[in-house]
């Protein structure tokens, strides 16, 4: 199942370059399972095609206020009501100018003006345009009417200048929307989390290291945004991109993910340790290059600092919860890293199914007892996880 399996949008579309991009949006969309209803406005279809956007929502496309297939020939009403929201991108500076007045001259604007359903707008315009005392005042009486206001970023733009007004990327609206529909019940809280592998140097190019591609910490922090929380991620080497809102702080060793973490557990309420910390570094690391030999070489090993335990060891430690990742006894592990760390919570996966793939089967451990999650994408198990988490942090 998708993650906007059963949510219904209303995808307008104005006459902007930027366009092109709805397409994306909107296949993006459609692949999570949400159901779109595409509104072209007249100068919308100057730049795309409504045969486009047909094909990818799979619903015809409407562009017209008298379009006879409503019932009482009624689209502003009878589009508007089933649906959760409805986005605008790209909203020009004209539709944005004809909402703040309440203007209802075509079927975008009537469907925004008689609409009981949130709406958001992706601005996309010339920097001139954008910054003009009279857009200005328009995005001012929007926000204040309730409307949401998506961007615009700033960088190159289709007229050759450089500035702001570019609308946001297909990826950056999704990940809006998708915030937007989720319940919030972490809304306040403070989480703290470590996520990826640490690196331990042995010299300049090489190192000591566990396999750990980081997606199931970096899909956790995306579904902690979601339920509203603020995230700091303190995150070891991967090749992820950093999910919208989250701050992270980028490491390298487990002794740096510590000192990241010392920092700022003070303000968190809860930590999550989801990071593959090498047990062990060398007890130097070179500065320069080791020279190839031929004899056998000794590598000295130390032991890293548990930064979990560390954590829930202090006088007045946040909501722990830890990570386990094993080949076998999964149970016994889990268990026993509960007890032995004194955690609230831990999840556990068998590294056969876990490791650096897009899937994750785990099982919850608490003080209530074992909770299996079904095997699932990364993402709803995230989800999954921060739905229990959630409520052990709301029954306490
Ligand atoms: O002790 P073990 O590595 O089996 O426990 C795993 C859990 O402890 C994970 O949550 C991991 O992030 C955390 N951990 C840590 N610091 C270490 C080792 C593990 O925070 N040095």
Known sequence: ???????????????????????????????????????????????????????????????????????????????????????????????IARVAN??????????????????????????????????????????????????????????????????????????????????KPLA?????MTAGPTFEAIDPVRGVTNLSSGKMGYALARALIHAGATVDLVSGPVALPVPAGVACIAVRSALEMRAAVMDHVDRAEVFIAVAAVADYRPRESQTHKLKKSGDALQLELVPNPDILAEVAARPQPPFCVGFAAESRDLDRYALHKLEAKRLQMVVGNLVQIGLGGDDNEVVIYDRAGRHPLARDDKHRVAAAIVAHLAAALAAR
């Open 1 to 95: 199942m998708g993650e906007l399996q059963g949510r219904k949008f209303i995808l307008g579309i104005t006459g902007g370059v930027a366009a092109y991009k709805s397409a994306e949006l909107l296949r993006l969309l459609v692949k999570a399972g949400a159901e779109v209803q595409v509104v072209l406005t007249e100068a919308g279809a100057r730049f795309v095609t409504a045969v486009t956007y047909q094909a990818l929502s799979g619903r015809p496309v409407w562009t017209d206020l008298w379009d006879p297939r409503a019932d009482n020939n009624m689209a502003h009403i009878e589009l508007g009501r089933e649906a959760d929201a409805i986005l605008v991108a790209p909203a020009t500076a004209d539709f």
């Open 188 to 192: 306040g809280r403070r989480v703290l």
């Open 102 to 183: 309440g203007l209802a001259n075509d079927l975008l604007t009537t469907l925004c003006l008689a609409r009981e359903l949130p709406l958001l707008l992706a601005p996309a315009m010339n920097r001139q345009m954008w910054e003009n005392p009279a857009t200005r005042r328009n995005i001012d009486s929007v926000v204040a009417d309730g409307v949401g206001i998506l961007g615009p970023a700033a960088g190159d733009q289709a007229c050759g200048e450089v500035g702001m007004g570019r609308m946001l990327e297909a990826e950056e609206l999704y990940e809006a929307l998708v915030t937007f529909v989720q319940p």
